[in-house]
């Protein structure tokens, strides 16, 4: 490293950072789909190409906290495709941590190692998992009672000679860049719109010969082309939903452990393609409404099982074109919305009177959770309580011409 200029060094980390904080991604992906049971048979063989590919690059530009992390994370994932290691779900915790760790490294200000303090711990923790798992081995009763299983760890073979799965290229732009390019191609229209104005001009004071037929032609095909290239250039804007449905797999699963609660988040739709400008605004009002659906809509464990219900609830977020339009639906399987609280909090604030409540329809009393500090949340807590979710949700929707809608059945 000792040869390259600083210039050149932050150009090496940029890209470093880059492919890391992807992989990264991928890797809680695949954490969460094999803890949810929902993971195909190569997730686990990703997971170890994931950190070995880390483990590698780290090493490369210099970050040797981060390398010692991802081998031991490797060795990890490497005992589990020999079948040496089982994954509970405390050595999902233990990854997680160390993902985290990596990438609030990365994705600093100014990118830097994981600290040494940090990286011992963590590596004690992932030592922890490998020698559990031998002492598991010689005393299986033991280890046994402590574990709580993957639902459906996929079957890897050892060994791995068939090519790895082609992943899609990508190449990271700035939008700033796409928008100049979309801007041209703009450019390059309105000039197509002149040339062909002018063509009757020089048709009236010039005889239709074969090269103004040839210059005719070629006019033609240019304004295919340059069409052609505003629809792509358009199409550089668009990424799948699915690029923020993914974002939300790992607060909903800290959010339903912090309230002792089960969640089955189940994601359908997520090809459905948008402007990257308003997937990244769409963002937060949907995180408020899974906040709310976790907090609010799901009831305990114990209390679905009273129900009938199975123990972990479940939240759909499901994507689709309707029209010109695209429609994002956000549910859960909970207790639903109680219309008779949202009359009493909107009385109790001073929206409506006892009359007016009395004599609200039960879709309009739905329509009372959007306004402005209105909850029914019996206490106030970190995630919601205030009456602010809802509302904000829908400010921001509307601020992007778009709507909200509310539907609820009693008992979910």
């Known amino acids: 490293m000792d040869d390259l200029t600083k210039a050149e060094l932050d150009q090496l980390l940029a890209v470093f950072r880059d492919q890391s904080l992807q992989i990264l991604e991928e890797m809680s992906h695949d954490l969460l789909a094999l803890e949810a049971s929902r993971a195909d048979g190569d997730a686990m063989t990703r997971l170890r190409r994931g950190a070995h590919t880390i483990k590698g690059d780290s090493a490369c530009v210099g970050l040797d906290q981060t390398t010692q992390l991802a081998h031991k994370v490797e060795d990890v994932f490497d005992g589990v495709?020999?079948?040496?290691?089982?994954?509970?779900?405390?050595?999902?915790?233990?990854?997680?941590?160390?993902?985290?760790?990596?990438?609030?490294?990365?994705?600093?200000?100014?990118?830097?190692?994981?600290?040494?303090?940090?990286?011992?711990?963590?590596?004690?923790?992932?030592?922890?998992?490998?020698?559990c798992n031998d002492v598991a081995a010689e005393q299986p009763g033991k280890r046994d009672s402590k574990l709580l299983s993957l639902p459906a760890q996929p079957s890897v073979p050892v060994q791995v000679e068939e090519p790895a799965k082609q992943r899609r290229g990508f190449v990271?732009?700035?939008?700033?860049?796409?928008?100049?390019?979309?801007?041209?191609a703009g450019e390059m229209v309105i000039a197509r719109s002149v040339m062909s104005q002018l063509?009757?001009?020089?048709?009236?004071?010039?005889?239709?010969?074969?090269?103004?037929?040839?210059?005719?032609?070629?006019?033609?095909?240019?304004?295919?082309?340059?069409?052609?290239?505003?629809?792509?250039?358009?199409?550089?804007?668009?990424?799948?939903?699915?690029?923020?449905?993914?974002?939300?797999?790992?607060?909903?699963?800290?959010?339903?452990?912090?309230?002792?609660?089960?969640?089955?988040?189940?994601?359908?739709?997520?090809?459905?393609?948008?402007?990257?400008?308003?997937?990244?605004?769409?963002?937060?009002?949907?995180?408020?409404l899974l906040r709310n659906a976790v907090d609010h809509g799901l009831e305990t464990k114990e209390e679905r099982q009273k129900s009938g219900k199975p123990p972990a609830g479940r939240i759909a977020m499901r994507a689709y074109h309707e029209g010109n339009q695209v429609v994002v639906e956000v549910s859960d399987d909970g207790r639903g919305i109680e219309r008779a609280a949202l009359k009493k909090g909107a009385i109790e604030s001073g929206y409506l009177t006892k009359d007016e409540a009395d004599g609200l329809a039960d879709e309009d009393a739905l329509e009372l959770i959007f306004l402005q500090g209105l909850s029914t949340a019996r206490e106030v807590t970190q995630l919601s309580g205030r009456g602010i979710g809802a509302s904000a949700v829908k400010a921001a929707i509307e601020q992007l011409r778009g709507s909200v809608a509310v539907k609820s059945e009693p008992g979910g």
């Open 81 to 131: 495709l020999c079948g040496e290691i089982k994954f509970d779900r405390q050595s999902v915790n233990v990854i997680f941590k160390v993902l985290d760790a990596i990438k609030a490294a990365l994705d600093s200000a100014e990118i830097c190692d994981v600290d040494v303090e940090s990286t011992d711990a963590l590596i004690a923790d992932l030592t922890a998992i490998l020698v």
């Open 199 to 288: 063509r009757p001009e020089i048709e009236s004071v010039m005889d239709v010969t074969d090269m103004i037929d040839r210059v005719n032609v070629a006019s033609n095909q240019m304004g295919r082309l340059i069409a052609e290239l505003q629809k792509s250039v358009l199409k550089m804007r668009m990424v799948t939903i699915d690029h923020v449905f993914r974002r939300f797999a790992r607060p909903m699963r800290e959010m339903a452990t912090d309230l002792g609660k089960e969640v089955d988040l189940q994601i359908s739709g997520g090809e459905t393609e948008l402007d990257r400008a308003l997937v990244d605004i769409i963002s937060e009002p949907l995180l408020h």
């Open 172 to 184: 990271r732009v700035e939008a700033s860049k796409i928008d100049t390019l979309l801007n041209l």
